[in-house]
């Protein structure tokens, strides 16, 4: 059974950084594009950044200048460097994404994690 296990939110003030992790746990074979999304309360989750199998990267014009997304393909690992957070950053943080369970087939955004709460005070 693949999981993705999110990490790395806590408490911080505004101003501050922190750096999220996802993990699997579970057989994969890698994965293609992944992203990172976000759900405030009362709020439909939304991507947040994304990227593709060759590095390239989007950010949601929120974002943009103070968030990077990362992956590690060995490691089968995403980050998300949040650098510059703001009290509307606060979320509950998700991982997702395109995700090999074969070698030649993969799933697309099938496997939400329990996220990773962040939450950022004035």
């Known amino acids: 059974q693949v999981q993705l296990v999110e990490s790395g939110g806590g408490l911080v003030q505004a101003g501050g950084s922190l750096r999220l992790s996802c993990a699997t746990s579970g057989r994969i074979f890698g994965f293609k594009r992944m992203g990172w999304y976000r759900q405030a309360p009362g709020k439909e989750r939304g991507l947040v950044a994304s990227i593709t199998s060759g590095g390239t990267t989007n950010y949601a014009d929120s974002v943009k200048g103070r968030f990077t997304i990362a992956r590690d393909n060995a490691k089968n690992t995403v980050y998300l460097q949040m650098d510059g957070l703001k009290t509307e950053d606060t979320a509950v943080y998700y991982c997702?994404?395109?995700?090999?369970?074969?070698?030649?087939?993969?799933?697309?955004?099938?496997?939400w994690g329990q996220g990773t709460q962040v939450t950022v005070s004035s």
């Open positions: 997702n994404g395109d995700i090999y369970v074969t070698r030649d087939y993969y799933r697309s955004n099938a496997y």
